[in-house]
């Protein structure tokens, strides 16, 4: 079993949808918890980074940590084609140690 | 502000030959990171450096990689010899503070090794 699982789709849902993306973890260990969106061709872009359990929200973007369930979620609110692209969960123990990415998930927002 | 700069964006090399990438960090980012990226996979860590120091790089294949950054800006990795799996792409990031969790990473270096 890997660290951490992340569901690879693709995913493809019509604009305005919201969209749920997730990863499950197994080291409890794991305190720190980010999302990365990463267009084609480009670099991962950091979009959310949370501590410990609990919930964020930036614009149209909700982050879910359930530390008891080892669960961590991304909510998109009315998505858009320009959220098209590939969503990587990251996370490790603390901020020194090298993070353990998720597989990622491929998202189609569909004009 | 710049970005990570990275190059070439791609290299198309023959197997056993030698192939170097480059990393420009944002400016006054003391830490840079070298990661590779496999098709449908998350980036994995490869070395990590704090200014010209390398203070992680237990994933990093000695045998055939290494990696400098002689003056804590600027880095190189290189590969010598490449092999077939090494085909992936190779992600540079850099961040501010000494710790791994708020990175900027540049658009990569897509290599194919034929």
């Known amino acids: 079993q890997k660290e951490v699982e992340q569901d690879p789709g693709p995913l493809s849902v019509p604009e305005g949808a919201i969209v749920s993306l997730n990863c499950t973890y197994s080291?409890?260990?794991?305190?720190?918890f980010m999302w990365y969106r990463q267009y084609s061709r480009k670099g991962p872009e950091l979009l959310m980074y949370t501590y410990s359990s609990g919930n964020k929200e930036d614009g149209r973007f909700t982050a879910q940590v359930d530390k008891s369930s080892k669960y961590i979620s991304l909510f998109i609110r009315d998505s858009q084609p320009s959220d098209s692209a590939t969503y990587l969960c990251?996370?490790?123990?603390?901020?020194?140690?090298?993070?353990?990415f998720g597989k990622g998930t491929r998202l189609s927002v569909i004009a | 502000e710049a970005g990570v700069v990275q190059s070439p964006r791609y290299k198309i090399i023959e197997k056993k030959q030698p192939v170097a990438f480059w990393c420009n960090p944002i400016?006054?980012?003391?830490?840079l990171y070298w990661y590779l990226q496999n098709l449908g996979q998350g980036p994995e860590l490869l070395i990590r450096y704090e200014n010209e120091e390398a203070v992680d790089d237990s994933q990093l294949p000695k045998d055939r990689f290494s990696a400098e950054r002689l003056k804590g800006v600027d880095s190189t990795l290189k590969i010598q010899p490449a092999e077939l799996g090494d085909s992936a792409v190779y992600l540079c990031a850099s961040s501010l503070d000494s710790g791994y969790n708020e990175q900027f990473f540049g658009p990569g270096t897509r290599l194919t090794v034929l």
């Open positions: 990251a996370m490790n123990p603390s901020g020194n140690t090298p993070l353990v």
């Open positions: 080291n409890s260990a794991f305190q720190y």
């Open positions: 400016s006054g980012h003391n830490t």
